[in-house]
Structures are given as structure tokens and as C-alpha cells.
T-cell receptor
Framework: DSGVTQTPKHLITATGQRVTLRCSPR?????VYWYQQSLDQGLQFLIQ???????AKGNILERFSAQQFPDLHSELNLSSLELGDSALYFC?????????????FGPGTRLTVL | AQTVTQSQPEMSVQEAETVTLSCTYD???????LFWYKQPPSRQMILVIR??????QNATENRFSVNFQKAAKSFSLKISDSQLGDAAMYFC???????????????FGTGTLLAVQP
């Protein structure tokens, strides 16, 4: 158990819908990363938040957005869903010292868009 | 931009034998980290081993060791005394050592699926 929690574990929805994925980082970790794992794109970085502020963006679609709340949990919002958005979405957290630190991954949320 | 390449989509090893998974990467940075992550059928991402680029000594963690060749930009994983529980997808990953910005993201290879035969 990495200490990072993600809910829900599985999500099945239809095209055009909107969903929210939730992540709670390990106690004391200020940084949250979101990654997408799909057959087409492999594992790719989406976005990073640090202590409530957006720190870095990767290959995140405009239909996707995220935020980190004062209690440091984070939510990834996916809207106008398409079939190609079906993937495993991971959240990872890190303490984030000067040289960076190990990222601990949550169990992931499996999103299926029908 | 940094890239990570795993040229072996699948590998197979007999139980108790040794197997080596290959990884090459491309970067213009001199200070970075390299990682091997294991993803079993449960889909959980588990850190196996990490290597800091400024350290010449190869990292080891029990039955897992790496062969880090900085000049060749090569980072292979050796699994000794393979066990059935080692069967999984293995990802090589790169991360810059600089603080802040997009540089702390992990850049992953495409993975190598390891099967362990009893």
C-alpha cells in the first residue's frame, strides 16, 4: 500500500459525459501528479499540482482539468468524454524537496467510455 | 525533449534463472534519475529500483540490480533468481533532477512484459 488513495476504482460512462476522479496523497506530500495509461499513448504525464497551485502541464487535453484543494486532495475532471479517453488514470504524490523525490502511485481509476 | 526506449516488448525467463531487461534513453541533461517500475496484473505501479545519474555505482535492491552506462545512455535491469511473482510489465522511467516545473514529471518507456515459466 503506497498510502495514495484514488476513487473510484472503476468508472463506466457514456460518450459526452463528465466525470471526476479523486486522489488523496500520502500524508505530508504536497505534490500530486496525474498520469494516463492507455494502449495508444502508453503512460504519459498529464498535470502536476504543488500545494494547491498548478506546477506543470503535460499532454492534457483542453477537455480535462484538475485542481488541488487546501487539504491537498486533488480532482481530475474529464468532460465531453470520447471513446479514446478510456484508460487507467493514476495519481502519484511526492514530498518534492529541492532535487525532487520518489513519486508514490495510487491504485488507479479505470475509466471506460462506452 | 527526453525520451525513453524499451525495445523488448516481451521477455520470458525460467524460474530461478536470471533475466535482463533493456532500456535506453536520450537526454541533454547531466543530472537526472532513472527508475524501473513494476506493474503486476493488479495494475499497481511499484517502484523496483532507482539510480541517480551522478552516482557511478550501480544500484541494487535484493535480487534486482541495474547496469547503468551513462555515456551510452543505457539502463538495464537484471533480475536474479526469478520468481513467479516477478511476472509483470516493467517500465523504465526518467526524471530530471532539477527542482520544480515540468522537470519532475516521469517519462516512461513503453514497457516490457515479463513472463516467468515454472
Amino acid at each position: 500500500d503506497s498510502g495514495v488513495t484514488q476513487t473510484p476504482k472503476h468508472l463506466i460512462t457514456a460518450t459526452g459525459q463528465r466525470v471526476t476522479l479523486r486522489c488523496s496523497p500520502r500524508s505530508g506530500d504536497l505534490s500530486v501528479y496525474w498520469y494516463q495509461q492507455s494502449l495508444d499513448q502508453g503512460l504519459q504525464f498529464l498535470i502536476q499540482y504543488y500545494n494547491g497551485e498548478e506546477r506543470a502541464k503535460g499532454n492534457i487535453l483542453e477537455r480535462f482539468s484538475a485542481q488541488q484543494f487546501p487539504d491537498l486532495h486533488s480532482e481530475l475532471n474529464l468532460s465531453s468524454l470520447e471513446l479514446g479517453d478510456s484508460a487507467l488514470y493514476f495519481c502519484a504524490s511526492s514530498v518534492e524537496t529541492y532535487r525532487g523525490n520518489e513519486q508514490f502511485f495510487g491504485p488507479g481509476t479505470r475509466l471506460t467510455v462506452l | 525533449a527526453q525520451t525513453v526506449t524499451q525495445s523488448q516488448p516481451e521477455m520470458s525467463v525460467q524460474e530461478a534463472e536470471t533475466v535482463t531487461l533493456s532500456c535506453t534513453y536520450d537526454t541533454s541533461e547531466s543530472d537526472y534519475y532513472l527508475f524501473w517500475y513494476k506493474q503486476p496484473p493488479s495494475r499497481q505501479m511499484i517502484l523496483v529500483i532507482r539510480q541517480e545519474a551522478y552516482k557511478q555505482q550501480n544500484a541494487t535492491e535484493n535480487r534486482f540490480s541495474v547496469n547503468f552506462q551513462k555515456a551510452a545512455k543505457s539502463f538495464s535491469l537484471k533480475i536474479s533468481d526469478s520468481q513467479l511473482g516477478d511476472a509483470a510489465m516493467y517500465f523504465c522511467a526518467y526524471r530530471s533532477a532539477r527542482h520544480g516545473g515540468a522537470t519532475n514529471k516521469l517519462i516512461f518507456g513503453t514497457g516490457t512484459l515479463l513472463a516467468v515459466q515454472p
